[in-house]
């Protein structure tokens, strides 16, 4: 096999010095640990690196003091040299187009100090600007099983092959080895950050998606195995330039209290008998015999030390649940066919422990719009906790400060508005001073623009709407009473529009919710999305989208350019369970009719090909490319935002025009876009490459349908190949 060489002409205001950091092999799938390895000197400034028995590899070029080119792909060998690939030493010409074969996936601007697309991520060094960054969204347990010993089956909706009778589709199936081993998926999609649904150890009878929380200072066994640890998966995403953001629940725990600090009152699962049944008689797939937990010797569901004696003792022994114990509440024994349910699955609200838990109450009707939400308990199994408590307080701090020091970059907070803001930020304010420059965002779900006191059809008090977490100020009606707080939100007012425009082919209302940003203490770092694992931008909020695929395109490239940061949910870049229920409706239904569906199907080595020739797969793949080299569609302020329903054009300025760039957007047909009052230059087109010249503050440009226009001033020009979308 005949080798690959590279040639690199290092740039004069580099180290003398220069590494080459590979990885992507193929066929050997060989990598190197950042910054690589020493390149040698050829001649005239040159620098020679030969790989053996390699057809193609990934590589970034450093001098191991701070300069780097961008993420580099070589299917033969060549020359680089000024921000391009050459195949000949003679040919070397900045003016010279890349040829084939040989690609850059961002070529560095005059005007732009863009960063590569995956540069390792150092767990000691500084944690940048989170703007810069791009987000998968997945729910680890349905995302890519690698160890199918781990799989777990929840004692709720477990689906049945109709056939067979037997139990598949574990609840518990992705898991971090199966993670670990689709990260170049999410690598060559594009993504640069992961938000993992919550971690830490569960137990409630659907608790694969982790919102259940145990024990916060263990992880769930469900989800590690002895190779593919927590750590492992920190650190191998780390490798991969792939940043790790922890979903973490701060307003409630189980509804069997924390492992080792308080306990709720229950009696063990395992002596539950249905109505019109009998104990060791239950044939519920894996629940043999009764509904305890089967994959423990003495099948009971919790372990907590803090249990009373007598529970402690039936922990240890009786797995069959057919012991007599009494209940010590009544007085009666059990096993009894039809015994009280709510002893073994409810809660008394008012027994619970005041040092862990709140005692008012479950929310119900008109709760969720109202004070009530920061009072009551959400459900049966999520129990609020007490969280202005000090021992609250120090439990769950301490717990998410370990994960923080094992490499997480970032955190997602659970339920926003079910706790007070300023208690909140206690939390959030404490881990940032743990680990200065933390990146943390909250989910205020809210299915409308959330604007509060402020009106806009809002029927909620300002004090549980996403901008008044963004501020720090007093006044409902007033947000300029305070400044930034520091913690952005999930951007539930843009997405609420999305009802009534892109599901409909239109771009109309998005300007009435961008000119609002002023409410929020910093409109960029925002976190935005089309859907999630809860929503969808369907009529009532409960459905995948189920839009035409143009559309979809169309709400992409609407939210890669605007401000905020971009989250893609899994699945989303095939239209994966389109127009299913995001979670189970019906009482019958199971994960596999949900949006929740497994997700692994479609990564297997056979199926993966397919999956990454998705038109909408290739879209996002670009738009990733393309917002990572221009700093302006990161963090540039908004002007000039205007839209007519088939079109819309806004302006992005970061840092006084050092990254610059007029944007039109397009959906349902072609458009022409104009934009007057900017600054005069040369744009190029980062769809087409096309270049104008813009002398008089007015820059035309046309854009077909569904596609986008990116002028940017001084720009590199063309990044990416043209798609189904963007052409």
Known sequence: MPELVIRFLKPADWADFVHIHYWNTYPSGENTHWPGVPVMVDNDGWFVYRFNGVKSASVVFNDGNGSQTGDLHCARSGYYANGHWHEYEENVDPRVAAFSGISAATRPSSNASAKPLHVPVDPNGPLGDFREETIYFLLTARFNEGDPSSSFFCRDRIKFNPDTGEPEDPHWRGDFKGLIERLDYLRDLGFTAIWITPPVENRSGLDYHGYHAYDWTRIDPRLESPDATYQNLIDEAHKRGIKIIQDVVVNHSCQYGIRGKVHIDHLPIKYYVPQGSEQGRVDHGPYQGHLGNYTWPNRDDIDNPLA????????????????????????ETIPKPGYDPGRFFGIDAQALDPEWYMQQGFICGGDWESEAVQKK?????????????????????GAVNRYLDMGVDALRIDTVKHVPRDNLLEYVNAWKAHKPGLFVFGENLVKGYGWGDLGGGDNGPSFIRPWWYTRLGHDPRNPHSGGDSGFPQL???????????????????????????????NASTLVTFLQNHDVGPDNDFRFRFKGEQWMAAAAYNLLWTVRGIPCLYYGEEIEFMKGAPQDVIGNDDTLDQTGR??????????????TQSH???QHIKRLNQIRRAIPALQK?????????GSGMRFVRD?????????VGLSIGSDQDIAVENIRNGVYRDAITGKEMSVGNGCLGFHVPANSAG???LNGAGKIGSDGVYLR
């Open 308 to 331: 009373p004696d007598w529970y402690r003792e039936r922990h240890h022994s009786d797995p069959e649940g057919k012991l007599p114990l009494q209940d010590p509440k009544t007085g």
């Open 377 to 397: 308990h959400i459900a049966g199994d999520c129990i609020n906790l007490a969280t202005d408590r000090q021992n609250v307080k120090d439990y769950l701090i």
């Open 491 to 521: 951007d539930f007012g843009l997405f609420s529009t999305f009802r009534d425009n892109l599901s409909r082919g239109s771009f109309e209302g998005v300007a009435r919710v961008l000119e609002m940003d002023w409410i929020y203490g």
């Open 597 to 610: 569906a497994y997700f692994g199907d479609h990564l297997t080595d056979e199926n993966i090909g397919t």
């Open 615 to 617: 038109p909408l797969y």
């Open 636 to 644: 540039g302020e908004m002007s000039q935002i205007h839209e007519w």
């Open 654 to 662: 970061f840092q006084d025009g050092a990254s610059y760039a007029v």
């Open 710 to 712: 990116i002028y940017v």
